[in-house]
Each structure stands twice: as structure tokens, then as C-alpha cells.
């Protein structure tokens, strides 16, 4: 399922007005037997709307300093979620400058999990939302991820289970957090169109 939200658009109709990007880099979580997922240790606070039903919001705040959003994906009690690593804007881009700033490049504007909320403007309010009726949701369809191929490779910035092939990218694209080229080649499994 990670895999199929590249391309995807994911639509964010705050108070501050609607922003749009694309889906260009996620990283998928299992449940309590994936030993980097936070349903590890099982129900907490914390992690409640991971185990809710799919199509909903689990943002959590990481480092003392970011947020970060993820896509529950599972049926209800199976915690699994997709992190969404990197967006490419599309619409709304003053909104998302003015939270990230007048200086970073728009390729830079939406890459990374806490660049992404920042931009957005989520926080842990927005934990549970509803994905399938919105102000948070994601595009059934998928653009053309044409030019560039899918690359999987080990998940990044986890120490545990970080060599499980479970991180997509569209390779190449220049809104991927990293590794974005050719030094990407030594880690991706695998491309495919």
C-alpha cells in the first residue's frame, strides 16, 4: 500500500487556506511485530489512532521539535501506517513558504517528515482526522510518476529493523528527503517504472 500512495495528491484545506502536493517519498510501519513501529509496545496514548481504522491521521510529535504525519492503513486494532516522508508542492506554495521560510528552495519547501507538517501547518491536533471526508485527504488518483522509477530501500533515521526494504521513492525526483541520486543506486533494492 505504501508503494501505491506515490503519485498520489494530498489535499490539506486548513484555516490558512488549501495546499496541495504530491506524494514523492513514504516509509511503511507494521504493527506490534515490526520492531520500528510505535505500535511495538502496543496501545498507548500516543499511538492510539494507529490502531483506529484506516484512512485516518497519526501525528506524532518526534525529537522535542517535529511532528510528523503518517496514513493509518490497517483494519481497526492492526496498527500500521504509512510516514509520509516528502511531498512536492503543488498548490498553496505561499502558505507553505510562509510556515517554512523565504529562503528554502521550493524543492526543499516539503522534504522530510517534519518538513512536511511545518509546511502544511499539522500538528497534533490534527491526530485521528478522517482522511476520506477531509480538511486532511489523499487523491484516489495517481498522476503519472513518469519520469521517474519507484526505488525501495532500507527506512532511514530508525535504529531498529532500519534494513527492512520498506522505504519508496520516486528516484531522481529532487523533493525526495535523501539519498535523492545516484548515491542512491547503493542503497535502493529495487526499480521498477
Not at 66 to 86: D, F, K, M, Q, Y
Request: charged share 25%; net charge positive.
Amino acid at each position: 500500500m505504501a508503494r501505491d500512495t506515490l503519485g498520489r495528491t494530498l489535499v490539506w484545506e486548513g484555516s490558512g487556506g488549501r495546499v496541495s502536493a504530491r506524494v514523492v517519498e513514504v516509509e511503511a510501519y507494521g504493527g506490534e511485530s515490526d520492531e520500528a513501529s510505535h505500535a511495538r509496545p502496543g496501545p498507548t496514548r500516543r499511538n492510539a489512532s494507529m490502531y483506529g481504522p484506516g484512512g485516518h491521521a497519526y501525528v506524532y510529535f518526534t525529537y522535542g521539535m517535529h511532528h510528523c504525519l503518517n496514513l493509518v492503513t490497517g483494519p481497526e486494532g492492526n496498527a500500521s501506517a504509512i510516514l509520509i516522508r516528502a511531498l512536492q508542492p503543488l498548490e498553496g506554495l505561499e502558505r507553505v513558504r510562509e510556515r517554512r521560510g523565504p529562503d528554502v528552495p521550493d524543492s526543499a519547501l516539503l522534504r522530510g517528515p517534519g518538513c512536511v507538517t511545518r509546511g502544511l501547518g499539522l500538528t497534533l491536533e490534527h491526530d485521528g482526522l478522517d482522511l476520506t471526508c477531509g480538511p486532511l485527504w489523499l487523491s484516489r488518483a495517481r498522476a503519472r510518476r513518469a519520469p521517474w522509477p519507484v526505488a525501495c530501500g532500507p527506512r532511514i533515521g530508525i535504529r531498529r529493523a532500519a534494513e527492512r526494504p520498506w522505504r519508496f521513492w520516486l528516484f531522481g525526483h529532487p523533493c525526495v528527503s535523501a539519498p535523492r541520486g545516484e548515491s542512491a543506486l547503493a542503497t535502493a533494492r529495487g526499480l521498477s517504472r
